[in-house]
Nanobody, 125 residues
Framework: VQLQASGGGLVQAGGSLRLSCAASGRTFRRYHMGWFRQAPGKERQIVASISRSGDRTYYVDSVKGRFTISRDNAENTVYLQMNSLKPEDTAVYYC???????????????????WGQGTQVTVSS
């Protein structure tokens, strides 16, 4: 599967952005999907993940209550709605697909097989 992330940009603290990740192919519904982010000098970390059907989600503690992950399997797209953005949310955001048959929502980059190119999110104070 090929992934194309979009929607990043520059926003003031307290603002909102909606990231999208469009997937190629007809098998999108077979993949758990995740959003990761990587700030300069830091490791890539999980932000949120969603199960194949969308019935289960996971959020890292720092974004709970502010970010929402969702997916539209008919449109082969996963979204990350980001509200109440903070300067510490500044990073390159990546979408990723887990191609395994596991029911587990992996929380580390190693659990994902396919990656988008990344989209920059910058939050100014």
């Amino acid at each position: 599967v090929q992934l194309q992330a979009s929607g990043g940009g520059l926003v003031q603290a307290g603002g909102s952005l909606r990231l999208s990740c469009a997937a190629s192919g007809r098998t999108f519904r077979r993949y758990h999907m995740g959003w990761f982010r990587q700030a300069p000098g830091k490791e890539r970390q999980i932000v949120a993940s969603i199960s194949r059907s969308g019935d289960r989600t996971y959020y890292v503690d720092s974004v709970k209550g502010r970010f929402t992950i969702s997916r539209d399997n008919a449109e082969n797209t996963v979204y990350l709605q980001m509200n109440s953005l903070k300067p510490e949310d500044t990073a390159v955001y990546y979408c990723a697909a887990d191609g395994s048959s596991s029911s587990y929502l992996f929380k580390t980059p190693g659990g994902y097989d396919y990656w988008g190119q990344g989209t920059q999110v910058t939050v100014s104070s």
